[in-house]
């Protein structure tokens, strides 16, 4: 079982559309959480931390869930530039003294006019 | 704005050569850098951890001797692609961050084509 596991899509919605993206993890220990934003053939940006209490950045809403391991993303009012893969990362407890990230496959979301 | 710089962007080489890329921390020291590598339509696999003033610590199947790592110091890491050929060509891609629990910043990559 891999230790990140995201939906690799593509995911195909219109402008203004509402997405939702999911993601679990298998080691319980671990205690950081982010999603990042790739465009094709770049380098990840950092999109946003994920906090248990959730947190929200505009048109992004993460959500996290200990208990079920599960690390969610909600994009509302989808613009054609959203249009990226989306990166669920995870650093183990194991690894939090050299913070090595543990990477999902990504997610592949296509905005369409 | 960026936070990472990587260098060079591009390389296309011919088989049999090295090939030094450079990952500096722009605005803040980074006592540790990380190196990764991202072959098409996969995810980014951690090869390396570099750790300035000390010896890199790879990745299970990461061979050292191929991939030299030096952080000599706390702006700079380097990875050689030492005798590189078409099966080592990929994205490459440093990150750095201010403090461990902290996120990772990525620089640019660098795309390396092995002729």
């Known amino acids: 079982r891999k230790e990140v596991e995201q939906d690799p899509g593509p995911f195909n919605v219109p402008e203004g559309a509402t997405v939702a993206f999911n993601c679990t993890y298998s080691?319980?220990?671990?205690?950081?959480f982010f999603w990042y934003r790739q465009d094709c053939r770049k380098e990840p940006k950092l999109l946003m931390s994920v906090y248990s209490s959730g947190n929200e950045d505009g048109r992004f809403t993460a959500q996290l869930n200990r208990a079920s391991q599960y690390i969610s993303l909600l994009i509302r009012d989808s613009k054609l530039s959203d249009s990226a893969t989306y990166l669920c990362v995870v650093i183990a407890d194991g690894s939090s003294n050299t913070g090595k990230l543990i990477f999902g496959q990504g997610t592949t979301l296509q905005v369409k006019p | 704005g960026a936070v990472v710089s990587q260098h060079p962007s591009w390389v296309i080489c011919k088989s049999g050569t090295s090939v030094k890329i450079e990952c500096r921390s722009l605005?803040?020291?980074?006592?540790?850098m990380f190196w990764y590598r991202q072959f098409p339509k996969q995810s980014l696999m951690l090869m390396a951890t570099s750790n300035e003033g000390s010896k890199a610590t790879y990745e299970q199947g990461v061979e050292k001797d191929k991939f030299l790592i030096n952080h000599a110091s706390l702006t700079l890491s380097t990875l050689t692609v030492t005798s590189a050929h078409p099966e080592d060509s990929s994205f490459y891609i440093c990150?750095?961050?201010?403090?461990?629990?902290?996120?990772?910043?990525f620089g640019d990559g660098t795309r390396l084509s092995i002729l």
């Open positions: 605005d803040f020291q980074a006592t540790t």
């Open positions: 990150s750095a961050r201010r403090q461990v629990s902290q996120p990772q910043h």
């Open positions: 080691n319980s220990a671990s205690q950081s």
